[in-house]
């Protein structure tokens, strides 16, 4: 299984762990305060379904490379990062939204969207040519070997 896969699905698991504790905290009232419905989703549903998604495919297609290391897997990575920084801004922002009224919170709730946007762009980049049929594999090994032998 490749480093990327791993670390997503471990990341997903501890926010799967988070979402739950949190679940909890709202059902038997231990926690409240401000935005923490929304937050509890986004945990779940980002943090844990999306991230376990992203790692199990990428480690179910064969990827490009089978190199390990952040420029090899480099779409995989940057995918990683934006996702997760994203859950992170909306950590913070999404109770201090309820709670402040500076211009900051909403900002960053934007910022959150726009990078978990950025990170289903990065990571069909990346996905994208890992779901061809074996006949164009074919045909780019095909060109690949071609251009290879023309630069000889």
């Given amino acids: 299984m490749p480093r990327i896969a791993r670390v997503f699905i471990k990341t997903g698991l501890i926010y799967f762990l988070a979402s739950l504790i ?38 179910m297609f064969p990827g490009r490379t089978r190199e390990e290391g952040f420029k090899a897997q ?10 997760n920084m994203g859950l992170l801004f909306r950590i913070v922002a999404e109770p201090a939204t309820y709670v402040a009224e500076a211009e900051l919170w909403s900002i960053l709730i934007v910022i959150s969207a726009v990078s978990q946007v950025a990170a289903a762009v990065v990571y069909i980049i990346e996905l994208w040519p890992r779901i061809q049929s074996k006949e164009q594999r074919r045909k780019q090994r095909k060109k690949k070997r071609q251009k290879q032998k023309a630069k000889k």
């Fill in 22 to 59: 949190l679940g909890l905290a709202i059902e038997f009232n231990w926690l409240q305060f401000p935005g923490i419905v929304p937050l509890f989703w986004h945990l779940l549903m980002v943090g844990w379904i999306t991230q376990i998604i992203f790692g199990v495919s990428m480690w």
């Fill in 74 to 83: 480099l779409w995989g990575w940057l995918t990683y990062i934006f996702l």
